[in-house]
């Protein structure tokens, strides 16, 4: 009779990891995670500030180009897998002059911050977001989101997940067409 309880909790526990894995492998993956977002279709909420470098800096200046708004951390593990492919999408496009990337600091310390970018390279505008006001204007609860702006100052894309340099292109020639 001592027995019986312990069969039960272990088919219980049995059903429940079943579900649990059934779940996990039909989500979405990690990566390339496309969201919805109320600012979608509407004009870029301000980004001004300072600079990791010092400098001022304002959305406003980059109208007219595809600007590539990501949100991050030195401490966010995604952060770090996705730089390389940050850093592959603005050299690409340093060239033409098309499109360009901004970082916005999200609740991390300005020395980390500087040495995540000594560290990995990357020399885009990386504006600090001290009181966290870009992050509440943007809705960005936590790293790493990014945002696409169009070059009339209309935001079109969110992806809230790890981006990759493959993902980025393309959904740029997708919207660059029209489709």
Same mark, same amino acid.
């Given at each position: 009779?001592? %027995? /019986?309880?312990?069969?039960?909790?272990?088919?219980?526990?049995?059903?429940?990891?079943?579900?649990?894995?059934?779940?996990?492998?039909? /989500?979405?993956?990690?990566?390339? /995670?496309?969201? %919805?977002?109320?600012? &979608?279709? /509407?004009?870029?909420?301000? #980004?001004?500030?300072?600079?990791?470098?010092?400098?001022?800096?304002?959305?406003? +200046?980059?109208?007219?180009?595809?600007?590539?708004?990501?949100?991050?951390?030195?401490? @966010?593990?995604? @952060?770090?897998?996705?730089?390389?492919?940050?850093?592959?999408?603005?050299?690409?496009?340093?060239?033409?002059?098309?499109?360009?990337? !901004?970082? !916005?600091?999200? +609740?991390? +310390?300005?020395?980390?911050? *500087?040495?995540?970018?000594? =560290?990995?390279?990357?020399?885009?505008?990386?504006?600090?977001?001290? $009181?966290?006001?870009?992050?509440?204007?943007?809705?960005?609860?936590? !790293?790493?989101?990014?945002?696409?702006?169009?070059?009339?100052?209309?935001?079109?894309? %969110?992806?809230?997940? =790890? #981006?990759?340099?493959?993902?980025? $292109?393309?959904?740029? =020639? &997708?919207? *660059?067409?029209?489709?």
């Amino acid at each position: 009779m001592t %027995k /019986r309880p312990a069969l039960v909790a272990s088919i219980v526990i049995a059903v429940v990891l079943a579900l649990l894995v059934a779940v996990l492998a039909t /989500r979405d993956p990690a990566v390339n /995670r496309v969201t %919805k977002s109320p600012l &979608l279709g /509407r004009s870029a909420p301000a #980004i001004e500030g300072t600079t990791i470098a010092g400098a001022k800096f304002s959305l406003a +200046d980059l109208e007219g180009q595809w600007v590539l708004v990501n949100f991050l951390a030195s401490w @966010c593990t995604p @952060c770090k897998r996705e730089h390389d492919d940050l850093l592959q999408f603005a050299n690409v496009h340093a060239a033409t002059k098309d499109a360009s990337v !901004v970082s !916005v600091v999200f +609740d991390d +310390d300005a020395d980390d911050v *500087r040495a995540f970018f000594a =560290e990995r390279g990357g020399d885009w505008p990386v504006v600090l977001d001290d $009181q966290g006001a870009a992050a509440v204007a943007w809705g960005v609860p936590k !790293v790493p989101e990014t945002f696409l702006i169009a070059p009339n100052g209309e935001v079109v894309l %969110k992806v809230s997940s =790890e #981006i990759t340099f493959e993902f980025l $292109q393309e959904q740029l =020639e &997708l919207l *660059r067409s029209g489709a």
